[in-house]
């Protein structure tokens, strides 16, 4: 079955240190890749995806993340985190099977230091 | 780009009552929308599908009574949260997809508490 695996569920760095989300999924196929973003009782934020091509991907706000088939591996980098990047962070796959479902990994809180 | 509308925001209701929350696709036609639900602290699950016109598809465990879903246009999905009780109170998300557009578009969400 399918699956997403975020091994972190937090994750504590300083203001201007460089950040690193762990994802790993679960599927037969090369599948869609989604990291989202969501603040305390907001919606989700789409950050990136990866569909095909250049496996290294940019997004906004300054997250870029790297696929790499060999290690079934989509995890989201950025060189220097602001205390506004602090929330909620999900890995998600998105399987095109007669209609497009997400499945999302639990997440992982990023909390942010002075 | 695409944009899925969600209403309400928030909703309170006493236990017994039901909530209607909506999904709209305000720049494309949605052929599909998808329902999931988020308990606090926890990730996001799959609840339905909803196909224009036709029964939605609910996931294992999913009561299709206690959740109706209508998608009885191209923009837009509603969810009904019948004889809603406070195991119930959960985050609402939906997401549409259509024209090109993936489900991957998510509405802001609706945070239901029942009281």
């Known amino acids: 079955a399918q699956s997403v695996t975020q091994p972190d569920i937090h994750i504590t760095v300083s203001e201007g240190a460089s950040l690193e989300l762990r994802c790993n999924y679960s599927y037969g196929a090369t599948p869609y890749l989604f990291w989202y973003v969501q603040s305390p009782g907001q919606g989700l934020q789409l950050l990136l995806k990866?569909?095909?091509?250049?496996?290294l991907v940019q997004g906004i706000k300054g997250f870029e993340a790297e696929f790499k088939r060999s290690q079934s591996s989509f995890n989201l980098r950025k060189p220097s985190v602001h205390w506004s990047d602090a929330a909620e962070y999900f890995c998600a796959v998105g399987l095109n099977t007669g209609g497009f479902k997400t499945i999302f990994g639990a997440g992982t809180r990023l909390f942010v230091k002075a | 780009g695409a944009v899925v509308s969600q209403h309400p925001s928030w909703v309170i209701c006493k236990s017994g009552t039901s909530v209607k929350i909506e999904c709209r696709s305000l720049?494309?036609?949605?052929?599909?929308m998808f329902w999931y639900r988020q308990f606090p602290k926890q990730s996001l699950m799959l609840m339905a599908t909803?196909?224009?016109?036709?029964?939605?598809?609910?996931e294992q465990g999913v009561e299709k009574d206690k959740f109706l879903i209508n998608h009885a246009s191209l923009t837009l999905s509603t969810l009904t949260v019948t004889s809603a009780h406070p195991e119930d109170s959960s985050f609402y998300i939906c997401?549409?997809?259509?024209?090109?557009?993936?489900?991957?578009?998510f509405g802001s969400g609706t945070r239901l508490t029942v009281v």
């Open positions: 997401s549409a997809e259509g024209q090109g557009n993936y489900g991957y578009t």
């Open positions: 909803s196909n224009e016109g036709s029964k939605a598809t609910y």
């Open positions: 720049d494309f036609q949605a052929t599909t």
């Open positions: 990866y569909f095909s091509g250049d496996t």
